[in-house]
């Protein structure tokens, strides 16, 4: 259930970058990072959970 979840959310993720490049393209360097940070912080809660 854990690895649906993370896959919905990362998902989501992408579908929001997506949304935020037809509106606003010159904002998508900075919040890429800070996605990657975000997904990179959810995977380690998930090893560590595991």
Known sequence: MTAVFGVLCAACALIALAGLALVAPRSI????????LIVTLAALAVAIRH
């Open 29 to 36: 360097p900075p919040i890429t990072g800070t996605c990657a």
